[in-house]
């Protein structure tokens, strides 16, 4: 058995800041097969407008008809980059994988990729092709769905260096920070100076 550990956030500076986040869990994590004679794999996952998708990982080949073409089979990785246009999911590269819940609410699918639904719908998983059923094989692709009622945001206060969240994780398991927002300034006295004059930094998020 894993010991479970308490998550923090740390502050380096004197801010204060609201961080979003979500704990995913291993078991969380589903794989998914998609099909490459399918232009949009469905599997009776419906979302919300505001709710996520996170990819964890996606692997697999697919393979093409040759019809004059040199590489007839593409592996996720190639997918992931290359020449976007063209193709059902043409905001993407050709032999890309789609995650979304239509055909305007999409975004690709890569590692550490995150959806977030813009509207309610079914979640479907596609790869960026012209021509579905010459295909063969398909790509394996690892996720996990975030519904925005769990998301937990906590607050980073101006006089802490860090703080416990109170939330417990195990080995395996994901912070998802989706979001941060706030404002922070610092006079750097005593750290950094120009021309006898010390410096002073805003930032914002």
């Not at 308490?6 to 979500?22: D, H, K, M, Q």
């Not at 190639?78 to 999409?106: C, H, I, R, W």
């Not at 394996?140 to 769905?145: E, G, L, W």
Request: charged share 20%; proline share 2%.
């Amino acid at each position: 058995m894993f010991t479970r550990k308490l998550l923090a956030f740390f502050a380096i500076a004197i801010f204060t800041v609201l961080a979003v986040s979500s704990e995913i869990s291993a078991q969380q994590l589903t794989t998914f097969n998609v099909d490459a004679k399918i232009p949009m794999n469905t599997f009776g996952e419906t979302i919300n407008k505001g709710d996520m998708v996170y990819i964890s990982d996606v692997s697999g080949t697919f393979t093409f008809a040759r019809d004059g073409r040199a590489k007839p089979s593409i592996t996720a990785n190639e997918g992931f980059e290359g020449k976007t246009g063209g193709g059902q999911y043409n905001k993407l590269p050709g032999g890309g994988l789609a995650v979304g819940t239509s055909m305007n609410d999409y975004t690709q699918a890569k590692p550490g990729a995150l959806f977030i639904a813009k509207e309610d719908g079914e979640v479907f998983f596609g790869i960026n092709d012209t021509a579905y059923q010459d295909n063969s094989g398909g790509y394996d692709v690892t996720y996990a769905i975030i519904r925005k009622q769990d998301l937990k945001t906590f607050e980073v206060s101006s006089t802490m260096k860090g703080f416990s969240t109170n939330v417990e994780t195990s080995r395996g398991d994901l912070i998802l920070v989706t979001a941060v927002d706030g404002s922070f300034s610092y006079n750097s006295k005593g750290a950094f100076s120009s021309g006898g004059h010390y410096l002073e930094f805003n930032f914002s998020f």
